[in-house]
């Protein structure tokens, strides 16, 4: 794994394996239509969501479009889902859109999500999945679109939106001043040409599915909490996880949005991190629900 953000979603994965909402979860699972099903996630990276569904037995046949727009993650996706399935014994097979896990056909997808619902946005799904991507987007401008993907009746969950609250421990005399800042630049990104996220999008989500007409039946919290054990080291790759966490906010606060004692911040971090002391957590929230409208009956 060369590209480091490919890195870092694979490590992100047992980090998001602890923090997902059961509960939300569980009440996803009734909202589902049972037998085969086409699930869409939007921001999909790498595809670490299909393989947990899999592992969790929410999901076993159907189709899965795994849509994002970086080239180079859903390039690495392949390799990456087909070891996680070689090392359970899931037959796979390499398809020219995608790769078939057991019964599943996971179809890849290479958009910017504004471009892909301006085109009409294809085939609507009986699920759609955003797991860590909502808080990228401008919400009140995407949702209606992106409800249009889904058959009416359907289903959406919205996992690990983030909400406002970076924690790092011990505590330093340099947080509030970094995060404050570091919040900001969350509300006055711009990427692909359009707003890009806030910092509360997990608070702000339950009524902006209300306003476009699917209020959440379901919410949690799905926070990260990440930490050394007793002898002082990280789980899996977390390590490399929170040091990833450390270089998005120094690339987010190089420049003039730096505050005074940025630099000092992060180097008592890494060393916090080398030496096995730091602890990070981070809030977000979880929604699941429903799109109004009667499922079709299948012929
Ligand atoms: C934080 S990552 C989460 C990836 C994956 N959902 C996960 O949890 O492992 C956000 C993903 O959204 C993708 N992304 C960001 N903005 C996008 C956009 N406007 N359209 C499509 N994909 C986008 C990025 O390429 C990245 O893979």
Redesign the pocket.
Known sequence: MTYPYTRF?AA?RTV?DRALNSRVLADLRGLLPPGARRVV??????G??VARLLEWEVLDSGEYVL????RQ?LRDSRGWLCGWAGERGVATELLPDGVRLGELRVRLVE????DHLASGGGEPADLLIA???LD??DVPAVLPGLLRLVVPGGAYWFT?NFDGESIFQPDHPADDDVLTAYHRTMDQRV??GRP?GESRTGRHLFHHLRSAGAPASSVGASDWVVHPGPDGAYPDDEAWFLEAILQTVEDALTGPAAPPGLAGWLAVRRGQLAGGELVYLAHQLDLAGRVPGRRSTPS
């Open positions: 979603l992100k998001d996630e939007i921001g999909a990276g790498l670490t969501m849509l994002d727009v970086d993650l958009a910017e999500v504004g797991n860590a991507f990228l987007v690990v990427r692909f890009a």
